[in-house]
């Protein structure tokens, strides 16, 4: 079955998170993605090791971020720096629909990668990139990641306790802006489909951040809140936090009167909460959240994870366990909707738990075509592809400029 993106070739120059999985989202779609790393690998390629060997052997296959991030691309080593590196840039620009590039502006204008030097091949190119602040502000010129925008955006504040911020170890931030790139990327091409132009996307951590923590920071504005972090808490609604019980951890979000009215049912005590003003809606439940979440508490200490659940499960009320990373491993659930799938990488003795396309549709789905590159697997592919011979390749490996 063909993608929706066959045919449509991407240049990808990403590193780390944002501009990768942006461009693994466009390759599930059935892109032409090419990875072009630098001589020796990026500086992402062997982040959180998985390998066995030495570095330098882990850096062939990959640690786990880059085995996640660049499945189905092609990937080539270069030096898009040196004169001959550039010509090469240049004739893959002009074979290209789409460069993807989460790099500072400047990087981007010394490598020749900016949109008037990509349009001077290519004039109806996509560039999509990924800056840490945006373009616009004082800190425009700054580098960032994934933490700056979670940090910056007020969610670091917000969460943990009020005299110790804690950060996701998920990078959201970076995720959500790849996403949205993608989202960005698809709505060019579309536009291009149209008018035959080409644009610049451009996505950025902080304003990724800020956008998911839009609903807080319009509070504040309005009501001057001045909220801190409570712990697992939600500000608006109880109880809805993180609950320990007699084997390990659930978390409930109770929302609305109907859910709190079930869950009154099933603590068997409708009176007094129902009609206690203090909970007489989910934002005085929250105000009132400690109290909420003490008499939770309570009912889950007698409780095994097992029996919370079903408890709950039988009065409609949402809940779910706290995986530590092997339970999600293990997860029924998980493994039956194929929310990881077991795929080999040549360079590992085991399968590795890949996560497929994130999201479904129903008649064109994303696919999983290959695992991610070896260090220059398709070097020698992909300049043949654009006209190179066997002897020129030869020379330009020797001169280093290819790898």
């Not at 993605?33 to 060997?53: C, F, H, T």
């Not at 807080?216 to 972090?229: F, H, K, P, W, Y």
């Not at 951890?249 to 009609?275: A, D, K, T, Y």
């Not at 105000?287 to 409609?316: P, Y």
């Amino acid at each position: 079955m063909a993608g929706v993106l066959n045919g449509i070739r991407v240049l990808d120059f990403g590193r780390y998170i944002a501009g990768p999985f942006c461009a693994a989202l466009l390759a599930d779609l059935g892109a032409d993605v090419i990875r072009i790393e630098r001589l020796g690998g990026g500086e992402d390629r062997a982040l959180i090791p998985v390998g066995a060997g030495p570095p330098g052997e882990r850096m062939t296959g990959g640690g786990a971020m880059f085995l996640a991030m660049n499945r189905n691309k092609r990937g080539m080593c270069l030096d898009p720096a040196a004169r001959q590196g550039r010509e090469i840039v240049q004739r893959l620009v002009a074979t290209a629909d789409v460069v993807v590039a989460n790099l500072p502006p400047a990087v981007l204008r010394s490598l020749a990668l900016d949109l008037d030097n990509l349009r001077a091949t290519k004039p109806d190119i996509i560039l999509t990139t990924v800056t840490g602040f945006g373009a616009g502000g004082p800190m425009s010129h700054k580098h960032g990641f994934d933490g700056i925008g979670q940090a910056m955006s007020g969610a670091v504040y917000l969460s943990g306790l009020a005299e110790q911020p804690i950060a996701s170890k998920v990078p959201w931030v970076d995720f959500g802006t790849a996403s949205l790139s993608a989202f960005g990327t698809l709505a060019a091409l579309i536009e291009r489909g149209k008018t035959g132009r080409g644009q610049k996307v451009e996505g950025a951590l902080l304003r990724t951040a800020t956008a998911f923590s839009n609903a807080l920071l319009i509070e504040q504005a309005l009501m001057g809140v001045d909220r801190t972090a409570i712990r697992n808490r939600a500000f608006n609604a109880a109880p809805s936090d993180i609950f320990r019980t007699q084997d390990g951890w659930i978390v409930v979000s109770v929302i609305g009167q109907p859910m709190f009215r079930r869950w009154c049912r099933m603590i068997g005590e409708e009176e007094p909460w129902l009609s206690d003003p203090r909970f007489a809606d989910d934002q005085a439940r929250a105000d009132h959240g400690e109290i909420v979440s003490a008499r939770m508490a309570e009912w889950c200490a007698g409780r095994s994870c097992a029996e919370a659940l079903a408890e709950m499960e039988k009065w409609n009320i949402v809940a779910g366990q706290v995986y530590a990373p092997q339970q999600a491993l293990d997860d029924a659930h998980i493994r039956a909707a194929h929310l990881l799938e077991e795929r080999e990488h040549p360079t590992l003795a085991r399968t590795i738990p890949l996560a497929p396309t994130p999201i479904e549709l129903s008649e064109t789905p994303g696919t999983y075509r290959r695992p991610a590159p070896r260090l220059g697997e398709h070097t020698d592919e992909v300049l043949q592809s654009i006209g190179y011979g066997a002897a020129e390749i030869a020379a330009l490996r020797e001169e280093k400029i290819v790898a």
